[in-house]
């Protein structure tokens, strides 16, 4: 019992000194993927204790780097969970199509391939050239491979399965050119994609979207950070404007649960309400 | 053998011939059954939650898919859904990841059984049942670490052995019995018998 608790106390302290120190702020994150991912580190790195982990994060930047790898989570594919494309296609695209300007926000876009995904159908339903995309994460090592849209081949296999059942409307492989094991995505896919680093815990508003992604990142969050990332969304949100979460994801018993309405529930994209308390009191 | 009130919590690990041994102590367990279970079976990534589905029909407890943030409650039975790992938090609630596979499994045996053990320690009865691979050794090895109790399917019940005999190889086992006497085990485990 007693190694658990004094543990449990040297990760609070842990996740403090990082924020004191680095500014990135793990403490609202679930403790027990943080716990194990620690604890891993701690067995490849030799180290006695969580305590000496700490000192080793404090004096030096290297080794915090990779405790941020270990954090952040990056595993991500193309057209994870083809019915939610199938979906975006179907009841959402046909309300973007009305727009003369689209912006979209992936937030928590990993190494890219959800991005490029969005891309794709966009391109496929016509509306990519009046596309604006901002890809944001916090994390500045899987944002500089996004930015060079190259993945391993290994995977492509995988992704055109996804594809065709996301009802992808040309062959995949028109969208990248084999190289050696490597991927590279079509330039055109590129033009309008903007990535950029940005913290949720920390970092503030995006506005004026029409559609914000953010998939999969919520899941590692506790309550009150997810309350706070969804204010965000919300603020940084037109009214009417799409949220689309992760398929295990949803809004519901958090403070927002209100302020957006469903839009296809099963695969958790939601709509921005009208009349939320707050507008309504600055109408 | 421990008293009723030592128990807390049940992780159950499975992997080929899954759905048929499932179906032998699910549905044969009382609605008073006093502790949660908290069900890893590894599935193909693309499945979706008919297997859910299909035991709700037949059971008297209460059996869902296993959702983030969710607390976990007596006569309830969670199951992981396919493609994420299922942890458990100190709140002794449900969260979810889609780190990498582990021991090529997502879910996995491992994920659950070592948060699991986390949380409940001695508290906890830790269950693999028939599979294929060695998901849930490492898991069952942090169990018993903690103080907590380990029955493994015997191989002659198992349609595949190659998971339960991991896990016998791994640690001094509490019990091996088969798959029959899963349900009467746990319910004298848990004073009901
Ligand atoms: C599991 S990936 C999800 C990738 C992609 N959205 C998908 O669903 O395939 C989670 C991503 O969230 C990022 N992330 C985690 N915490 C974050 C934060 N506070 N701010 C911004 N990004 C964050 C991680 O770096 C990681 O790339």
Same mark, same amino acid.
């Given at each position: 019992?007693?190694?658990?608790?004094?543990?449990?106390?040297?990760?609070?302290?842990?996740?403090?000194?990082?924020?004191?120190?680095?500014?990135?702020?793990?403490?609202?994150?679930?403790?027990?993927?943080?716990?194990?991912?620690?604890?891993?580190?701690?067995?490849?790195?030799?180290?006695?204790?969580?305590?000496?982990?700490?000192?080793?994060?404090?004096?030096?930047?290297?080794?915090?780097?990779?405790?941020?790898?270990?954090?952040?989570?990056?595993?991500?594919?193309?057209?994870?969970?083809?019915?939610?494309?199938?979906?975006?296609?179907?009841?959402?695209?046909?309300?973007?199509?009305?727009?003369?300007?689209?912006?979209?926000?992936?937030?928590?876009?990993?190494?890219?391939?959800?991005?490029?995904?969005?891309?794709?159908?966009?391109?496929?339903?016509?509306?990519?050239?009046?596309?604006?995309?901002?890809?944001?994460?916090?994390?500045?090592?899987?944002?500089?491979?996004?930015?060079?849209?190259?993945?391993?081949?290994?995977?492509?296999?995988?992704?055109?399965?996804?594809?065709?059942?996301?009802?992808?409307?040309?062959?995949?492989?028109?969208?990248?050119?084999?190289?050696?094991?490597?991927?590279?995505?079509?330039?055109?896919?590129?033009?309008?994609?903007?990535?950029?680093?940005?913290?949720?815990?920390?970092?503030?508003?995006?506005?004026?979207?029409?559609?914000?992604?953010?998939?999969?990142?919520?899941?590692?969050?506790?309550?009150?950070?997810?309350?706070?990332?969804?204010?965000?969304?919300?603020?940084?949100?037109?009214?009417?404007?799409?949220?689309?979460?992760?398929?295990?994801?949803?809004?519901?018993?958090?403070?927002?649960?209100?302020?957006?309405?469903?839009?296809?529930?099963?695969?958790?994209?939601?709509?921005?309400?009208?009349?939320?308390?707050?507008?309504?009191?600055?109408? | 053998?421990?008293?009723?009130?030592?128990?807390?919590?049940?992780?159950?690990?499975?992997?080929?011939?899954?759905?048929?041994?499932?179906?032998?102590?699910?549905?044969?367990?009382?609605?008073?059954?006093?502790?949660?279970?908290?069900?890893?079976?590894?599935?193909?990534?693309?499945?979706?939650?008919?297997?859910? $589905?299909? %035991? !709700?029909?037949?059971?008297?407890? @209460?059996?869902?898919?296993?959702?983030? &943030?969710? *607390?976990?409650?007596?006569?309830?039975?969670?199951?992981?859904?396919?493609?994420?790992?299922?942890?458990?938090?100190?709140?002794?609630?449900?969260?979810?990841?889609?780190?990498?596979?582990?021991?090529?499994?997502?879910?996995?045996?491992?994920?659950?059984?070592?948060?699991?053990? $986390?949380? %409940? !320690?001695?508290?906890?009865?830790? @269950?693999?049942?028939?599979?294929?691979? &060695?998901? *849930?050794?490492?898991?069952?090895?942090?169990?018993?670490?903690?103080?907590?109790?380990?029955?493994?399917?015997?191989?002659?019940?198992?349609?595949?052995?190659?998971?339960?005999?991991?896990?016998?190889?791994?640690?001094?086992?509490?019990?091996?019995?088969?798959?029959?006497?899963?349900?009467?085990?746990?319910?004298?485990?848990?004073?009901?018998?």
């Amino acid at each position: 019992m007693k190694t658990t608790e004094n543990e449990n106390i040297e990760i609070e302290m842990l996740l403090e000194a990082i924020y004191r120190k680095y500014g990135y702020d793990f403490r609202s994150y679930s403790r027990a993927s943080i716990k194990r991912r620690i604890l891993h580190r701690l067995a490849i790195s030799r180290l006695k204790s969580i305590s000496e982990l700490q000192h080793r994060v404090l004096y030096h930047i290297e080794f915090f780097e990779k405790l941020l790898m270990d954090f952040s989570i990056n595993v991500t594919e193309m057209f994870r969970d083809p019915e939610f494309y199938k979906t975006l296609v179907k009841e959402i695209i046909p309300v973007l199509q009305t727009f003369p300007y689209i912006k979209i926000w992936h937030a928590g876009c990993s190494t890219g391939e959800e991005v490029y995904s969005m891309a794709i159908i966009l391109k496929e339903e016509g509306l990519y050239d009046r596309t604006q995309i901002y890809a944001t994460d916090f994390n500045e090592v899987v944002l500089r491979q996004a930015r060079q849209g190259i993945f391993p081949l290994e995977r492509i296999k995988d992704y055109t399965y996804n594809y065709q059942r996301s009802g992808g409307k040309e062959s995949f492989a028109n969208y990248y050119t084999a190289k050696y094991d490597s991927a590279i995505v079509d330039q055109s896919l590129k033009k309008n994609i903007v990535f950029a680093g940005h913290n949720l815990a920390t970092d503030g508003v995006f506005g004026e979207m029409n559609m914000i992604v953010c998939r999969n990142v919520l899941i590692y969050f506790k309550k009150n950070l997810q309350n706070h990332v969804l204010g965000l969304f919300k603020a940084s949100l037109r009214h009417h404007g799409f949220l689309c979460l992760g398929t295990k994801e949803s809004l519901m018993f958090t403070e927002h649960e209100n302020d957006f309405e469903a839009v296809a529930g099963k695969v958790k994209i939601y709509r921005k309400k009208i009349k939320t308390l707050e507008n309504e009191a600055s109408i | 053998m421990k008293h009723q009130s030592d128990f807390e919590a049940i992780v159950l690990g499975v992997s080929t011939g899954g759905t048929k041994a499932l179906r032998m102590i699910i549905p044969n367990l009382p609605s008073t059954f006093p502790l949660p279970i908290v069900i890893v079976q590894h599935l193909h990534p693309h499945s979706d939650s008919y297997f859910v $589905e299909d %035991f !709700r029909q037949c059971s008297n407890l @209460i059996v869902e898919q296993a959702e983030e &943030k969710v *607390g976990i409650l007596p006569g309830h039975v969670y199951i992981a859904p396919s493609n994420y790992h299922l942890l458990l938090e100190c709140e002794r609630t449900l969260s979810l990841s889609v780190d990498e596979p582990v021991n090529f499994a997502r879910p996995s045996i491992d994920v659950l059984f070592d948060t699991a053990a $986390e949380v %409940f !320690r001695e508290k906890l009865i830790g @269950i693999i049942l028939t599979g294929a691979g &060695k998901d *849930g050794s490492a898991g069952v090895r942090k169990i018993k670490k903690n103080g907590g109790f380990v029955i493994v399917q015997n191989l002659d019940s198992a349609q595949v052995e190659t998971m339960p005999r991991a896990a016998m190889n791994a640690i001094d086992v509490d019990l091996v019995i088969p798959l029959e006497e899963m349900v009467p085990t746990l319910l004298r485990l848990t004073g009901m018998l």
